[in-house]
């Protein structure tokens, strides 16, 4: 039988890291548990940084995700301030940007993602407490702002900027905003809510670089603005595990424990594992998931077994619109709306891949409407039991 490990490090002082750590715990882990990460702060939630943050409905101190005497209650060796900058698995020890190392028994990784940018003049991203107050201070009535890119984070800053009063231009390569991921005609939906509050929504414009007046679009015509947001997607970070041995692919590759070799673990965002329930390898950059995974590899670092086959689940708040969605809604063959109104931005869409329930999105519906299609997905249900074969397909353009 292996000896439980003594000395666990978890490199990334991110929601999935701290979950990580106190599920060792509460599993009743007595040995020493390191925590690192990059930021001189102990961890913070990162939603609220596109939204009640950059709102101003929230102060920074509301963000810590849990109180300084409960992080004192887990007895972590915590190590803020400081990169991982090398693995050694054969030693098992962590290299840190301070020159320092972190030895290891048992290891999870949760160093999360960081922000893409483009070429040219340096453009405000939205990743961590100080992007989000350095962007938030150039928001308000006659400032100007233009987004580069309308996804989910995009978006939600585009909310938020012109509920301030700032004149916002959101750009978007694609024909329709979020196609890839929810369908056009729930994406054309969530786009319209943009229009309807005054952001200038451009599709089909690429930006090829950012200059100091605004943006150069591809077409070598220039856009103005004050102040520059560029979203257009994260990076894995996996540059300080080149080298090591282990798998490496859009995120560290692991399996369906969440294991990425022996004594090596994978949790958050940073992670690509094998996801049973829909027989695919997934990489999800979502605040839920980041909990979920953490709890998993730290339950079967110590022996748990247990295959990580959440129903994946995120969330965004754009102007009154809630919407939640369950399941893995990319690569789906058929959307249908089944309950609700799309002219009313009030509705409920299920999504098909071959022939099972994968997904469901909803906007403005009660948590209660959604949770009966959550349990679905769970339960590998075929679409023809759950789909009423009256229900419109929507897989054209908005009615």
Request: contains cysteine.
């Amino acid at each position: 039988m292996t000896a439980a490990p003594r000395r666990v490090v978890i490199v990334g002082a991110s929601a999935a890291g701290l979950a990580a750590a106190e599920t060792l715990r509460r599993l009743g882990h007595t040995g020493t548990i390191t925590l690192i990460g990059d930021e001189a702060s102990a961890p913070y939630d990162r939603p609220p940084l596109s939204k009640e943050i950059l709102s101003g409905a929230w102060t920074p101190d509301r963000l810590p995700l849990r109180a300084a005497s409960d992080l004192d209650g887990l007895d972590l060796d915590t190590r803020y301030g400081r990169a991982a900058i090398g693995l050694d698995p054969g030693a098992r020890t962590v290299q840190l940007s301070d020159g320092s190392e972190a030895a290891y028994d048992a290891l999870i990784v949760s160093t999360g993602v960081r922000p893409r940018h483009l070429p040219g003049t340096p453009a405000h991203v939205l990743r961590t407490l100080d992007d989000a107050l350095a962007l938030k201070d150039r928001l308000g009535p006659g400032r100007s702002l233009i987004v580069v890119g309308a996804g989910f984070l995009g978006a939600e800053a585009a909310a938020v900027a012109a509920g301030l009063g700032t004149k916002v231009t959101l750009l978007e390569p694609a024909p329709v905003p979020l196609a890839h991921a929810v369908g056009q005609v729930v994406g054309s939906v969530l786009s319209q809510a943009h229009l309807d509050h005054g952001v200038d929504l451009r599709t089909g414009t690429a930006v090829a670089e950012i200059v100091p007046t605004g943006v150069r679009l591809t077409d070598g015509s220039v856009l103005t603005a004050e102040t520059v947001l560029v979203a257009i997607g994260c990076r894995p970070n996996i540059e300080w595990l080149t080298g090591s041995g282990l798998s490496l692919d859009d995120g560290l590759v692991c399996d369906e424990y969440c294991a990425a070799a022996p004594a090596v673990y994978g949790a958050g965002d940073v992670s690509r594992w094998h996801n049973p329930l829909f027989h695919t390898s997934m990489r999800i950059e979502h605040r839920t998931n980041a909990t979920e995974q953490g709890i998993a590899a730290a339950r079967n670092l110590l022996g748990g077994g247990r295959p990580f086959a959440p129903v994946p689940y995120f969330w965004s708040d754009q102007y009154d619109m809630k919407i939640r969605a369950h399941g893995h809604l990319r690569g789906h063959d058929e959307v249908r709306i089944v309950e609700g109104d799309l002219r009313e931005r009030t509705f409920l869409a299920a999504y098909r891949t071959g022939n099972r329930l994968t997904g469901v999105l909803a906007v403005g519906m009660p948590p209660k409407t959604v949770r009966p299609w959550q349990r679905a997905i769970a339960a590998r249900t075929r679409w023809q039991d759950v789909i009423p074969a009256s229900a419109p397909t929507t897989t054209g353009t908005t009615p």
